[in-house]
């Protein structure tokens, strides 16, 4: 077995060394025996962070250098995604003795930096010569800043106030920013905004895959019945006592929505609720507004509940029992504050409900409510809770969070298809909510834009100057920001943006490195959602399904209710935040 392995490793080492031979004949051509100098090292901005496509320049005596580049010789090169770059050039040996050598690097939106070396600053070994720099590079406010910075704020207000739909202003703003580069950018440098490449690598396909996974089991699940028996059995248990009724079904919901979507834990639960409000004489919305209260609350808990978590989570390497540690049982203390906070609020309301015959409806909704394929709830029921382990193990795995979603939509869907329970094409076209997974794709381009030129390292400059380092300021800050910017804009842009700010301020701020500031904007950007009838998707599906009923709620009217909720969600937090951390 070794005699071929042999083989095959000379083999390719041989085909290296002929592939190599042009570009290495060509840079020692016209003087053998020449010097090469190697510089690497790598380019970072003022936050220490590594500054991706630097283009660098080398000049001997003022003149241009070739680099070696591949198999081939260029004017310049560019840094690495990690912001590394290493320089290979030829000199013959008397221009190697007293050469003055000046490497220069440059990018839009930075200001250009320059080193000066000579042969004393290179270390030499065998007949070559070594050196190692990091540049550190300062952010400028250019063309490119300001041209960015407009289309940013433009997307962020048609999507704030839904003057398009989401998926379209988060396109329009993406391709706007190509567009952009590859025409007066290639006219004019200081246009340049997003290279295609750094565009496509922003794309954060965990959280792409991870919501498709889910998208899939839950589409899977719901043609079983078990959320809508579920709900019932939330109804068998109250018997009637609409105090008792409340507090399950804000239990259940949170519960539900901590390990699915919730909006596909309303859209299912919604109209079983109608259905019961309706009998028990009261208006469906004093059930209702609670419950999507409970399902933005307990999507907060855990990583997999609520975008801005799974975004959270990617981004700054957190796992699933990271989340489930630090947001759980705050999450529970928000869940109970909502229960006895609805009782307060709605004490009239629940005072007129009441059911003349609770055995009979009892039996009418088992009847029209229940458990639909048995045997497909207890497969999908058995994968599901295999990618549950496999989230809450993900850490131990080393395994982005995304696979065990995919594995299991993966291995219920095959068994849903092949035992013709589910239509494949109807839950890929009904189910899996495209719209939402190309926002996500257009956002993370439109937010890389905006940092690439600046404008999230000028906000963390600020923030932590206005914060003066203290952590206490900044979760306050931090938390606060999040919770009122969140009730009235989409949360998922506002915690796209913060990433990396938030990013900043945790490796800037004495004591942050214990989390608390991701912690501090998950809480904020998920309970702040439950301020407004905008704040979170939940809230405007759910009061659709409402109105289509014959239920409406204007703006203000579920403010009145939701506001001062929101403010004592985000209030136990604060406590939690700078009583624990």
Same mark, same amino acid.
């Given at each position: 077995?070794?005699?071929? @392995?042999?083989?095959?490793?000379?083999?390719?080492?041989?085909?290296?060394?002929?592939?190599?031979?042009? $570009?290495?004949?060509?840079?020692?051509?016209?003087?053998?025996?020449?010097?090469?100098?190697?510089?690497?090292?790598? #380019?970072?901005?003022?936050?220490?962070?590594?500054?991706?496509?630097?283009?660098?320049?080398?000049?001997?005596?003022?003149?241009?250098?070739?680099? $070696?580049?591949?198999?081939?010789?260029?004017?310049?090169?560019?840094?690495?995604?990690?912001?590394?770059?290493?320089?290979?050039?030829?000199?013959?040996?008397?221009?190697?003795?007293?050469?003055?050598?000046?490497?220069?690097?440059?990018?839009?939106?930075?200001?250009?930096?320059? @080193?000066?070396?000579? %042969?004393? +600053?290179?270390?030499?070994?065998?007949?070559?010569?070594?050196?190692?720099?990091?540049?550190?590079?300062?952010?400028?406010?250019?063309?490119?800043?300001?041209?960015?910075?407009?289309?940013?704020?433009?997307?962020?207000?048609?999507?704030?106030?839904?003057?398009?739909?989401?998926?379209?202003? *988060?396109?329009?703003?993406?391709?706007? /920013?190509?567009?952009?580069?590859?025409?007066?950018?290639?006219?004019?440098? +200081?246009?340049?905004?997003?290279?295609?490449?750094?565009?496509?690598?922003?794309?954060?396909?965990?959280?792409?895959?991870?919501? /498709?996974?889910?998208?899939?089991?839950?589409?899977?699940?719901?043609?079983?019945?078990?959320?809508?028996?579920?709900?019932?059995?939330?109804?068998?248990?109250?018997?009637?006592?609409?105090?008792?009724?409340?507090?399950?079904?804000?239990?259940?919901?949170?519960?539900?929505?901590?390990?699915?979507?919730?909006?596909?834990?309303?859209?299912?639960?919604?109209?079983?609720?109608?259905?019961?409000?309706?009998?028990?004489?009261?208006?469906?919305?004093?059930?209702?507004?609670?419950?999507?209260? *409970?399902?933005?609350?307990?999507?907060?808990?855990?990583?997999?509940?609520?975008?801005?978590?799974?975004?959270?989570? !990617?981004?700054?390497?957190?796992?699933?029992?990271?989340?489930?540690?630090?947001?759980?049982? =705050?999450?529970?203390?928000?869940?109970? *504050?909502?229960?006895?906070?609805?009782?307060?609020?709605?004490?009239?309301?629940?005072?007129?409900?009441?059911?003349?015959?609770?055995?009979?409806?009892?039996? %009418?909704?088992?009847?029209?409510?229940?458990?639909?394929?048995?045997?497909?709830?207890?497969?999908?029921?058995?994968?599901? &809770?295999? $990618?549950?382990?496999?989230?809450?193990?993900?850490?131990?795995?080393?395994?982005?969070?995304?696979?065990?979603?995919?594995?299991?939509?993966?291995? @219920?869907?095959?068994?849903?298809?092949?035992?013709?329970?589910? %239509?494949?094409?109807?839950?890929?076209?009904?189910?899996?909510?495209? !719209?939402? @997974?190309?926002?996500?794709?257009?956002?993370?381009?439109?937010? !890389?834009? #905006?940092?690439?030129?600046?404008?999230?390292?000028?906000?963390?400059?600020? =923030?932590?100057?206005?914060?003066? &380092?203290?952590?206490?300021?900044?979760?306050? /800050?931090?938390?606060?920001?999040?919770?009122?910017?969140?009730?009235?804009?989409?949360?998922?842009?506002?915690?796209?943006?913060?990433?990396?700010?938030?990013?900043?301020?945790?490796?800037?701020?004495?004591?942050?490195?214990?989390? =608390?500031?991701?912690?501090?904007?998950?809480?904020?950007?998920?309970?702040?959602?439950?301020?407004?009838?905008? &704040?979170?998707?939940?809230?405007?599906?759910?009061? &659709?399904? $409402?109105?289509?009923?014959?239920?409406?709620?204007?703006?203000? +009217?579920? /403010?009145?209710?939701?506001?001062?909720?929101?403010?004592?969600?985000?209030?136990?937090?604060? =406590?939690?935040?700078?009583?624990?951390?």
């Amino acid at each position: 077995m070794k005699r071929p @392995l042999i083989l095959i490793t000379c083999a390719f080492a041989l085909l290296g060394s002929v592939l190599s031979g042009p $570009a290495r004949a060509k840079a020692a051509e016209g003087y053998p025996g020449g010097v090469t100098f190697y510089l690497s090292g790598a #380019v970072l901005d003022t936050h220490r962070e590594p500054v991706r496509e630097a283009r660098l320049r080398v000049f001997v005596n003022g003149a241009p250098q070739k680099i $070696a580049s591949g198999l081939e010789q260029a004017e310049e090169i560019q840094t690495s995604s990690h912001g590394t770059y290493q320089i290979e050039f030829r000199l013959p040996p008397e221009t190697a003795e007293t050469a003055r050598i000046r490497v220069e690097v440059a990018k839009t939106s930075y200001r250009r930096a320059a @080193l000066e070396l000579g %042969k004393n +600053d290179f270390a030499p070994k065998d007949q070559n010569l070594f050196a190692v720099h990091n540049f550190e590079i300062v952010r400028i406010l250019g063309p490119a800043f300001y041209l960015a910075t407009a289309i940013f704020l433009l997307i962020y207000l048609v999507i704030s106030f839904d003057l398009l739909h989401r998926t379209i202003a *988060a396109l329009l703003g993406a391709g706007t /920013m190509l567009i952009v580069t590859y025409t007066a950018g290639t006219l004019n440098p +200081d246009y340049h905004i997003i290279s295609f490449a750094r565009a496509i690598s922003a794309i954060d396909m965990n959280v792409i895959f991870l919501l /498709m996974g889910m998208m899939i089991i839950v589409g899977v699940l719901k043609h079983t019945g078990v959320f809508q028996w579920c709900a019932y059995q939330a109804f068998r248990v109250a018997r009637g006592n609409i105090y008792v009724l409340s507090a399950v079904s804000c239990l259940f919901v949170a519960v539900t929505s901590a390990f699915l979507d919730n909006v596909t834990t309303m859209l299912l639960y919604t109209p079983v609720t109608i259905e019961v409000a309706l009998a028990l004489r009261i208006s469906p919305l004093i059930l209702l507004i609670p419950e999507v209260m *409970a399902s933005n609350v307990g999507g907060t808990a855990t990583l997999i509940g609520d975008p801005p978590n799974i975004m959270i989570g !990617s981004y700054a390497g957190l796992d699933f029992m990271d989340f489930i540690h630090n947001l759980t049982l =705050v999450c529970i203390l928000a869940v109970v *504050a909502l229960i006895i906070y609805s009782s307060v609020f709605y004490r009239k309301e629940y005072a007129r409900a009441r059911i003349s015959d609770i055995d009979g409806f009892i039996g %009418k909704i088992r009847d029209q409510y229940r458990i639909t394929d048995r045997t497909l709830l207890g497969y999908g029921l058995f994968i599901t &809770g295999l $990618a549950i382990a496999l989230f809450i193990s993900h850490g131990y795995w080393h395994m982005e969070v995304c696979i065990p979603a995919l594995f299991g939509a993966g291995a @219920l869907f095959t068994y849903a298809v092949l035992t013709k329970k589910v %239509k494949m094409l109807e839950l890929i076209e009904k189910d899996i909510e495209w !719209s939402t @997974l190309l926002f996500f794709m257009f956002l993370f381009i439109v937010v !890389s834009a #905006v940092e690439e030129t600046g404008l999230l390292a000028l906000i963390a400059d600020y =923030v932590l100057k206005i914060s003066q &380092g203290n952590l206490i300021a900044a979760i306050c /800050m931090i938390l606060w920001v999040s919770a009122i910017m969140s009730a009235f804009i989409d949360n998922i842009p506002f915690v796209a943006t913060m990433l990396p700010i938030t990013a900043y301020l945790t490796r800037e701020i004495p004591g942050a490195e214990s989390h =608390v500031l991701w912690w501090a904007l998950a809480l904020g950007a998920c309970l702040g959602g439950n301020g407004t009838l905008i &704040g979170a998707s939940a809230n405007v599906v759910t009061m &659709g399904i $409402a109105e289509k009923a014959g239920h409406p709620i204007r703006f203000l +009217d579920f /403010m009145k209710y939701a506001f001062p909720y929101m403010l004592i969600s985000v209030a136990i937090c604060n =406590v939690w935040l700078l009583i624990f951390y």
